[in-house]
């Protein structure tokens, strides 16, 4: 379907009704290009860590993790996450 001719999505007030929406609506109809991808967490954090850096770099980090809308400890635990992952 023609991009410009996408319906833009309802606005939800509840669980219930964005459940009710999804089993009843054709989602081929709408414009999904506002969703943005999700990171779930499941996994339990049991330890705490305490570090110190430089004031330039926080802010940077802090920059970044709102650009993507997270908190920014997360964005520093990705970051972690995936240097050890290599």
Do not use: H
């Not at 009704?17 to 990171?39: C, R």
């Not at 400890?73 to 995936?82: F, K």
Request: charged letters at 35%.
């Amino acid at each position: 379907m023609n991009k410009d001719k996408l319906k833009k999505l309802p606005v939800l007030k509840s669980d219930e009704e964005a459940e009710a929406f999804v089993d009843t609506a054709d989602l081929s109809e709408y414009d999904l290009s506002v969703f943005k991808p999700v990171q779930f967490e499941f996994e339990k954090k049991s330890a705490q860590l305490n570090m110190r850096l430089p004031e330039a770099l926080l802010a940077a980090v802090k920059e970044k993790a709102k650009e993507r809308g997270i908190p920014y400890t997360r964005l520093i635990r990705e970051a972690l996450e995936q240097t050890v992952a290599k």
